[in-house]
């Protein structure tokens, strides 16, 4: 996931600059690192907002459509391999249903659509459902005839896994979201969403309502320092990351203690038995011999 998202982190960079018409800078060169298409687009923010798009459809087919396809084609021409080379005759083996890599596909996909939705708004709303609806039931064609039935013996500890997965792309969201509404964005007065030379969270005090100016003071102020809240916002969650590692520290130690203290009932329990058995094992001995000594007399 993460390498995932450093790579549409890369992708989406590239577009901002297409944006800003500014380059940036990367390991000391003034030169732009991607091209301006002005025989299709006579708008840049147009342009940055059908990659995105591209992107988005680029993840849908390549990754979540085609990746089942795929598995079950390279599983189908190693079976053949080893049917006709080695003269096996095992029983085709279904590629399994990875549960936590179609899970972090869905999210990746989602996370995209989201950032997608910043630049063509009308676009994503009209589409998303559709694709999200085409993509369950692709899902659940490839759960029934494309691949094996998975095994859910980690269910629990897969959810929580994909809980934070999912807290981190609404956390990157968030932060694409607070860059656009302070940031401006140069272009011609007839194209694109936002304002020229006016950022977006400025726009919305256009509009008339109770505490405009407090609102706009605070706007102003973070306008100004946006890089320091960002940064106190990184720190906050930093912080948070430390005490949910130290308290999923603490408690793997206290159900460690747990497991080592009933692990020694255990024993003790079965020592118990193993001592009752042999007791009783004496019991019908000397039962036994009291039952012959009776017959004798």
């Not at 003071?217 to 930093?238: E, K, Y």
């Amino acid at each position: 996931f993460v390498g995932k998202v450093l790579n549409a982190f890369i992708y989406i960079a590239l577009n901002l600059e297409l944006m800003q018409h500014d380059p940036l800078q990367l390991l000391g060169s003034e030169d732009y690192l991607s091209d301006r298409n002005c025989v299709d687009f006579k708008c840049s923010t147009e342009e940055a907002a059908v990659n995105i798009l591209r992107l988005v459809m680029s993840e849908l087919i390549f990754s979540l459509i085609l990746k089942p396809i795929n598995q079950l084609m390279t599983a189908g021409a190693l079976h053949l391999c080893f049917r006709c080379c080695c003269r096996r005759k095992d029983d085709f083996a279904w590629p399994p249903f990875d549960m936590a890599i179609f899970a972090v596909d869905i999210i990746y996909l989602q996370l995209l659509m989201w950032i997608a939705s910043l630049l063509a708004p009308v676009a994503v709303s009209i589409s998303s459902p559709v694709i999200l609806y085409f993509h369950f039931k692709w899902l659940k064609v490839t759960l029934k005839y494309l691949t094996a039935r998975p095994f859910t013996a980690d269910a629990s500890r897969l959810r929580v896994t994909l809980q934070r997965v999912l807290c981190t792309a609404t956390l990157i969201y968030a932060i694409g979201i607070f860059a656009v509404l302070l940031n401006h964005f140069p272009h011609e007065q007839t194209c694109g969403p936002f304002d020229s030379h006016h950022s977006p969270g400025m726009m919305l005090l256009d509009f008339d309502f109770p505490g405009k100016d407090i609102f706009k003071a605070i706007l102003r102020s973070l306008t100004r320092s946006w890089g320091l809240v960002l940064i106190a916002v990184f720190s906050l969650n930093v912080l948070l990351a430390v005490r949910l590692a130290v308290s999923n520290r603490i408690n793997n130690n206290v159900l460690e203690r747990m497991a080592v203290s009933g692990q020694q009932q255990v024993d003790t329990l079965h020592k118990e038995i193993f001592r009752l058995e042999r007791q009783g094992e004496l019991y019908k001995r000397r039962i036994h011999w009291m039952e012959q000594s009776k017959k004798e007399a």
